[in-house]
């Protein structure tokens, strides 16, 4: 005969030996402001990244807006073209729900990868175009985009032994 | 009894007074971070690593923070018993240390010659803060908190004591420093069951673990201290620290052989030895109270009165029969203890039944 060592209290033995495995397991959590975890390719992060070269000034974006969010002044130009004057995103109104980005024609305008954006004042949210201008070392998330996605490091995972985050 | 200012009463006094407040003190600060530093791993999460070094300096700031808060009384509270309140909780947990032998007779009165008698007196009046707190909130929560606290220390406070009766029948004597001084081999292996019967009741006496039903949040706010801010609450969370504290040192001291271990003929290896006995004994209670969920109000009594109680009699007359055969600690009594330990852990679980909750009127 078998015996049956549940009702002898070793129920609460085992649930010691569990939290103590745990005890000695790396914990799942990162450090946050020292270490960092790459977001997903494809990051809906929390500003855009708008390229000036590219623009056309067509407004196609300021229209998909849902939120009616991005203001775009324009003016003629010279060689039968636009100049952008104004380009204004409010990213404290934003959803990122990134249709201005899928809308975009000539592939000008792009989600970011930053998540850091929170401000003291709501006027610090709203971003000029020299703030959402592409400029080297500026992320572009690969969100409608697979060719940015494909050249952006892997997503870091919170499962046991994926924590790959990098000591920044 | 050695007087370390030697000759002078009053001088010895007031020096391990001084040494005493400042232990009690670091050692709760130590406890605060050692017990939030070793919830992270268990969480599997980090632990307070902002302040410091390994957030070694997170119990300080957390003390500033709470200083300076605004203290608040409710308006219909009884000013005078919510402002003592705190004090008298907190009181008991420094009183206890002056009968622990910290190294040989190195204490404030560490060879009392009632020591651990003392300690089970004194310890018992910090019950009297908390009801104390609960009735003076003028609060149905904090009353609550107050009632459970004294119905279970009425519980626990029986199997601890008989439980520490073993341990005073092994040694022959009440006194601190004798009893460690008579632990050859440890007592928590003479009497393995009086030392797990000893740690459970201690952890209800405290109110940590899974016995800390006067504070459940989720029933009855912060219990006993849900209308206590500022310093009064740090006294209260001091209290807390400073009990587990107290009964990791009574513990260490009555089970585990206090300053005694390996090279323990110099007094800081012996200190030393101590200390990682004190700290061993609460890493024990961490390790309960982040396994093992809130006991019921029904269970707790049930777990007192039917399953401790009857095991720490039975030890204590097997203990007292052990003693009259043998007549001195012999590693027959380990091995007899621990058999003996077993089966009746065994045997009581299968009659230990809690009625599951039900309660039945007759017509």
């Known amino acids: 005969m078998k015996l049956k060592l549940d009702r002898y209290g070793l129920g609460l033995v085992k649930g010691m030996g569990v939290t103590l495995r745990h005890f000695f397991r790396r914990p799942i959590t990162t450090r946050y402001p020292e270490r960092k975890l790459t977001p997903s390719k494809r990051f809906r992060g929390y500003t855009l990244v708008w390229d000036r070269d590219r623009c056309t000034g067509c407004a196609t974006c300021a229209k998909s807006c849902l939120q009616g969010n991005i203001e775009i002044v324009t003016s003629k130009g010279t060689e039968n073209n636009y100049v952008v004057e104004k380009f204004e995103l409010d990213s404290g109104r934003c959803i990122f729900c990134g249709l201005c980005v899928e809308s975009c024609p000539f592939e000008a305008l792009f989600l970011g990868l930053e998540y850091e954006r929170s401000a003291y004042r709501r006027e610090e949210l709203v971003l000029s175009k020299e703030q959402l201008r592409l400029v080297p070392g500026m992320q572009r998330s690969g969100y409608a985009y697979p060719k940015i996605a494909a050249s952006l490091p892997q997503q870091d995972l919170l499962l046991e032994g994926k924590t790959g985050a990098k000591e920044r | ?363």
């Not at chain 2, 307070?48 to 119990?59: D, L, M, S, V, Y």
Request: glycine share 10%; hydrophobic share 60%.
């Open chain 2, 1 to 363: 009894m050695t007087l370390w200012p030697a000759g002078n009463y009053w001088a010895h006094f007031g020096v391990f007074a001084a040494i005493i407040i400042a232990f009690v003190l670091l050692m709760v600060m130590a406890f605060i971070w050692f017990e939030r530093r070793a919830f992270g791993p268990f969480q599997l999460r980090w632990g307070p690593n902002r302040a410091g070094p390994f957030g070694f300096f997170q119990p300080i700031a957390d003390a500033i923070k709470v200083l300076l808060k605004e203290d608040i009384v409710p308006a219909a509270a009884d000013k005078l018993v919510h402002w003592l309140a705190p004090v008298v909780v907190f009181l008991p947990a420094l009183l206890i240390f002056a009968v622990i032998p910290f190294y040989k007779g190195h204490g404030l009165v560490p060879d009392l010659n009632i020591g651990i008698l003392y300690v089970v007196a004194i310890s018992t009046m910090s019950m009297v803060g908390v009801f104390m707190a609960g009735w003076a909130s003028n609060n149905k929560y904090s009353l609550l908190g107050g009632m459970r606290a004294i119905a279970q220390m009425v519980s626990y406070e029986i199997p601890l004591v008989i439980s520490i009766i073993g341990v005073v029948l092994l040694s022959g004597s009440l006194s601190m420093y004798a009893i460690v001084g008579s632990q050859d081999i440890p007592f928590f292996l003479v009497t393995p069951l009086g030392f797990l019967i000893f740690l459970l009741s201690a952890m209800a006496e405290i109110n940590r673990g899974p016995f800390d039903l006067l504070e459940a949040d989720s029933e009855i706010v912060a219990g006993f201290h849900t209308e206590y801010s500022g310093m009064k609450f740090a006294m209260f969370y001091l209290a807390e620290y400073g009990h587990a504290l107290a009964m990791s040192a009574i513990a260490a001291t009555l089970f585990l052989g206090g300053w005694r271990g390996p090279g323990d003929a110099y007094a800081a290896i012996g200190v030393m030895w101590f200390l990682v006995k004190v700290f061993f004994i609460f890493f024990l209670l961490i390790w309960m109270r982040v396994t093992f969920p809130r006991l019921r109000v029904d269970q707790l009594m049930g777990f007192g009165w039917k399953f401790l109680f009857p095991l720490a009699l039975i030890n204590l007359f097997i203990v007292a029969a052990e003693v009259v055969y043998w007549g001195d600690i012999t590693w027959w009594m380990v091995l007899v203890n621990f058999g003996a330990a077993g089966v009746l852990i065994l045997v009581w679980s299968r009659l230990f039944k809690l009625g599951g909750g039900r309660v039945e009127i007759e017509a």
